[in-house]
């Protein structure tokens, strides 16, 4: 016999970073069950937060081309750029930026190593 808990699929919501034309806002993408991109609604974004998230995305963004032999030249700045990347999910993390959307996972992924290099739960 089954109980109710194992019956009930559990939803996983994830919020991932990345410097990605995929990416809805600037490089978050938030995503529910694996599959089904959920809207950011930017508004509720702090401006101060949105424009840093903004200026990370647009130095990141030009390196979404390249290969990683070639990313390999640029590692000294995908470095510092991944350390703010990661600064901003910790932000969007501790200060419960999405707390409305039930989010299980806080994901960075750093373009220019091509995986991901934090998580949070």
């Known amino acids: ?5 194992e019956n009930k699929m559990e939803t996983e919501i994830k919020l991932t970073l990345a410097a990605e034309p995929f990416a809805k806002c600037y490089g978050i993408l938030i995503v529910e069950n694996g599959d089904y991109m959920i809207e950011i609604e930017q508004s509720k ?6 424009s840093r ?3 990370w ?9 390249m290969g990683l032999k070639e990313l390999e030249s640029h590692r000294e700045h995908t470095e510092k750029l991944d350390k703010v990347g990661i600064e901003l999910v910790d932000e969007i993390h501790k200060n419960g930026m999405f707390n409305d959307l ?13 995986k ?3 998580e949070l739960n």
């Open 53 to 55: 998230l903004k200026k």
């Open 102 to 114: 039930n989010i299980n996972r806080y994901i960075y992924y750093s373009r220019g190593i091509d």
């Open 57 to 65: 995305y647009e130095e990141y963004y030009p390196y979404v081309t």
């Open 1 to 5: 016999m089954k109980t109710i808990r």
């Open 116 to 118: 991901p290099i934090l």
């Open 45 to 50: 974004i702090p401006t101060d937060f949105l």
